[in-house]
């Protein structure tokens, strides 16, 4: 078995070299910018973003922490950190996932099917239920708004709270959920 520094080495890698945009973070492989598309046949269709990704010193033993640095209207997104609430990444991660899964299944899957049963952003999820509607024009307003090739930003100006971007949101005892960054 390898150790996790060539694991996270490798991971990196076959990241880099697939069709994703990606920005080493002080010129180092423990934290990245990746630039993701909105899945084909979603609400999102069209939009970029640039997504924080954040490994910990047991990668692959515990998981990446993934937060969307531009704004994104989601149930399972906190609109203004970013952090993103997906089982797979913060609770039952395994070893067996690489960030290639992240941005290959995962996240188009988040974006594909929302859960507002479990939502990190209360409005989005609320009006998903009482206003599909609405909720699909918001979607793609801020889609135009924050997720075009063009005016592709990160709005840590506006919220310095990227540090623990894929915190989860429960605020049980999980004293190990994968997913928290250190302070």
């Given at each position: 078995m390898?150790?996790?520094?060539?694991?996270?080495?490798?991971?990196?890698?076959?990241?880099m070299m697939s069709d994703y945009v990606v920005e080493p973070i002080n010129d180092g492989i423990n934290e990245l910018n990746v630039e993701?598309?909105?899945?084909?046949?979603?609400?999102?269709?069209?939009?970029?973003?640039k997504v924080r990704v954040e490994l910990p010193d047991a990668y692959p033993y515990k998981?990446?922490?993934?937060?969307?640095?531009?704004?994104?209207f989601?149930?399972?997104?906190d609109e203004l950190s970013g952090s993103v609430c997906l089982d797979?990444?913060?609770?039952?991660?395994?070893?067996?996932?690489?960030?290639?899964?992240?941005?290959?299944?995962?996240?188009?899957?988040?974006?594909?099917?929302?859960n507002p049963s479990d939502p990190l952003n209360g409005e989005a999820a609320s009006l998903m239920i009482k206003d599909k509607e609405q909720y699909?024009?918001?979607?793609?307003?801020?889609?135009?708004?924050y997720a075009k090739k063009g005016n592709m930003t990160?709005?840590?100006?506006?919220?310095?709270?990227?540090?623990?971007?894929?915190?989860?949101?429960s605020e049980s005892s999980e004293e190990d959920v994968a997913g928290n960054a250190d302070p």
């Open positions: 390898s150790s996790p520094s060539k694991r996270r080495e490798m991971d990196v890698m076959k990241l993701f598309h909105g899945p084909k046949e979603s609400l999102y269709e069209g939009g970029v973003w998981s990446p922490s993934i937060g969307f640095l531009n704004r994104i989601h149930p399972n997104v797979v990444i913060n609770q039952s991660w395994s070893p067996m996932f690489d960030l290639l899964n992240v941005f290959e299944v995962f996240l188009p899957q988040l974006l594909l099917y929302p699909e024009k918001k979607v793609k307003e801020y889609c135009e708004l990160d709005d840590s100006d506006d919220n310095e709270s990227y540090d623990d971007v894929s915190d989860g949101r």
